[in-house]
């Protein structure tokens, strides 16, 4: 007797059309709320750390970011913040000046007027933070159609590289602590209502600088062994950092985010084990975000829309990418994901 045929049937247009109505809805309520945070006084600073690279952290920071950002999203005035010498979300938001041996560094910033500015040399990252002669001036993002207020404080390869290979004596608290001085400012805070750390892949003083200065961190963490293995050594740096704060300034894991899931056995069944291992499982998000063509399309200069969100609402990928960001921002800002993500992300994990 041949063997049962199993057909997976696709939602019907009259579902689809209810999901994509459904969401708008929960985006819809969670501008409303998250205003209303903004208007309490919530600044949220999120770091968008792991050790292991090739974890997605500048995907995950770049979706939450034009997530708040769009107009028809949340619409609030978003910062990323580039400590990564590799500079990729720099390279993705501005036409940076790429070279071959030292790395990239910012364009010429369009507030620059040589003839009137001339004890600056028209280029600011994020490295300037640290030098005493350095100025810092956030770019727009120049290379995303319609980003609503979105600007990114980019990175300088060789300047990043030099900060974190001082001896350790001559600048090692003082670059642990000074993003946390700078994102502090009054300037800074008036200007913007959320902002995200892009960070390199590792454990250094940039990295320790950035879980300083965050009120929020996000840890993606791909379902292979080598991700895994790292999530322990992400905690015990998240504890070390909270050992030094008041109750009242804890920093607070979003999730640790599993990213870049294929479908089959192996990522299914380490997924599993992460949900039933007690030190993970409270952490671990109820979003999955699967490896898609569509997500790594974005990284490709000049192709449109530049943004997962500018697909059309019925786009799967797009749906997926809405439920972290939902997700994500509404942990940032105190708010009960559980409102506006739909009931049935959370039923299945």
């Known amino acids: 007797m041949p063997s049962a045929q199993v057909i997976k049937l696709e939602p019907s247009r009259q579902v689809r059309r209810r999901l994509i109505q459904v969401q708008a809805q929960a985006v819809s309520r969670l501008r409303e709320d998250v205003r209303g945070a903004i208007q309490a006084g919530q600044r949220p600073v999120i770091a ?39 500079c990729s979300l720099s390279k993705l938001y501005l036409s940076v000046e790429a070279e071959l041996d030292s790395g990239a560094r910012p364009p ?15 280029r600011s990252s994020s490295a300037d933070m640290f030098y005493d002669d ?35 004596t001559y600048l090692a608290e003082k670059v642990k602590n000074r993003i946390r001085e700078w994102v502090n400012q009054p ?8 902002l995200i750390i892009d960070t390199a892949p590792s454990d250094h003083p940039l990295t320790q600088a950035a879980l300083r200065a965050a009120t929020h961190l996000l840890i993606p963490v791909t379902l292979e062994q080598q ?6 050594e992400m905690l015990s740096m998240w504890r ?7 109750e009242n300034e804890e920093l607070k894991i979003i999730a640790l985010q599993p990213n870049l899931v294929s479908a089959g056995a192996l990522h299914k069944g380490f997924e599993t084990t992460l949900r039933s291992n007690k030190a993970f499982a409270s ?23 530049g943004s997962i969100y500018q697909l059309a609402p019925s786009d799967e990928t797009r749906q997926m990418m809405t439920d972290f960001g939902i997700f994500t921002v509404a942990k940032a800002f105190g708010l009960d994901p559980a409102k506006y993500v739909r009931k049935d992300v959370f039923d299945g994990r």
């Open 48 to 86: 968008t750390t792991q050790r292991k690279g090739g974890s997605g952290k500048t995907t995950c920071t770049r979706s939450m970011a034009e997530f708040a950002s769009l107009e028809d999203h949340l619409g609030i005035r978003v910062l990323t913040i580039d400590t990564d010498p590799q």
């Open 108 to 122: 010429l910033h369009p507030d620059f007027d040589p003839q009137t500015d001339t004890d600056w040399n028209g």
């Open 134 to 168: 350095g100025g810092v001036l956030p770019y727009p993002v120049t290379r995303l159609r319609n980003p609503g207020h979105l600007h990114i404080l980019p990175g300088d390869s060789v300047k990043l590289v030099d900060v974190e290979e001082h001896d350790s």
């Open 187 to 194: 300037d800074v805070r008036e200007a913007y209502d959320l």
């Open 227 to 232: 991700g895994i293995d790292g999530l322990h």
């Open 240 to 246: 070390k950092e909270n050992s030094r704060r008041t």
């Open 283 to 305: 952490f671990l998000s109820p979003i999955v975000l699967k490896r898609r063509q569509a997500i790594a399309e974005r990284d490709v200069r000049g192709l449109r829309p």
